[in-house]
């Protein structure tokens, strides 16, 4: 089992930053890939971006050149920081943890909003 513990979010004006971060805790011998999901109200959820043990990143082409993801493998932390932030990020943010099992596990989900 891998429980994720999220933080961060909030509002933001447009053109504004956040971070995000989630800590794992569990078997997290057991995690490859981190990443973080969002899903906005009446759409199904989406991959923002993702990072594995190795290091190497996906990122979503609406989020590309203005969010990065990080991980810190001591502190078993993945974060998310959001740049130049648009009224479109406003979304519900979940943690991601894939193990090398292909099980996933989901944090609580935190809610980020976009908005003047």
């Known amino acids: 089992q891998v429980q994720l513990v999220e933080s961060g979010g909030g509002l933001v004006q447009p053109g504004g930053s956040l971070g995000l971060s989630c800590a794992a805790s569990g078997s997290i011998f057991s995690i490859n890939a981190m990443g973080w999901y969002r899903q906005a109200p009446g759409k199904q959820r989406e991959l923002v971006a993702a990072?594995?043990?190795?290091?190497?990143?996906t990122y979503a082409d609406s989020v590309k050149g203005r969010f990065t993801i990080s991980r810190d493998n001591a502190k078993n932390t993945v974060y998310l920081q959001m740049n130049s932030l648009k009224p479109e990020d406003t979304a519900v943010y979940y943690c991601?943890?894939?193990?090398?099992?292909?099980?996933?596990?989901w944090g609580q989900g935190t809610q980020v909003t976009v908005s003047s």
């Open positions: 991601n943890a894939e193990t090398r099992q292909y099980r996933n596990y």
């Open positions: 990072i594995t043990s190795g290091g190497s990143t």
